[in-house]
């Protein structure tokens, strides 16, 4: 699914945030779909290996298996860890083109809140942070009606694995998302 991107490239480019993380296995670290795990695969751009095994989960039942989600497994860089994808030279991502949903969503996050479903801004993106409060609104504009639509109501009620537990003090809610189970 396509999104429009809310921050321009050159800001990113010149951004530590993003793709890094303090530790090995984080909520932070980016969720993959088996869908997308499998179309990274069939293309030969990333071995099956390079994601974690798949986990139990308690709606595990639930969820067909190619909307099941694993990690991608991070790799110790310097005194961090960053996403195999990530290339530290230009910062930029080697799979952009085929990135996972979640990564063409940020700095904006699905967001599981005692089994309540919310989109959520990270407020530790810097331009987040910067940016004119007009030009973020018109952004969650689109994005709710972009989430709207047919195939993104569908890919969201079935893949309730996507929204994490985020700590709330990184988190700012925007909207609940209600269509899980109601499609
Ligand atoms: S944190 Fe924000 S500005 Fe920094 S790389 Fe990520 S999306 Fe871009
Ligand atoms: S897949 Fe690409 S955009 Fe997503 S975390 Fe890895 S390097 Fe970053």
Redesign the pocket.
């Known amino acids: 699914m396509q999104l429009k991107q809310l921050?321009p490239e050159s800001?990113?480019l010149s951004?530590?945030?993003?793709c890094r993380f303090s530790e090995g296995y984080t909520v932070w670290s980016p969720l993959f779909t088996e869908a997308e795990i499998k179309h990274l695969v069939n293309k030969d751009i990333l071995p099956p290996s390079i994601f974690t095994s798949p986990r139990p989960e308690a709606d595990g039942n639930k969820v067909k298996h190619e909307h099941r989600t694993r990690r991608i497994n991070l790799v110790a860089y310097k005194d961090y860890f960053i996403c195999p994808c990530f290339r530290p030279e230009d910062k930029k991502c080697r799979i952009y083109e085929d990135r996972p949903f979640e990564c063409r969503l940020?700095?904006f996050l699905l967001v599981n809140r005692g089994g309540k479903f919310y989109m959520a801004q990270?407020t530790?993106?810097?331009?987040?942070r910067s940016a004119q409060q007009e030009e973020i609104d018109s952004y969650v504009n689109y994005l709710q009606e972009a989430l709207q639509a047919d195939e993104a109501r569908m890919f969201l009620k079935n893949s309730p694995q996507l929204f994490a537990d985020y700590p709330a003090a990184d988190l700012k809610l925007l909207f609940p998302i209600n269509n899980y189970g109601s499609l």
């Open positions: 921050v800001f990113c951004c530590d945030v993003c940020y700095p990270d530790k993106c810097p331009y987040l």
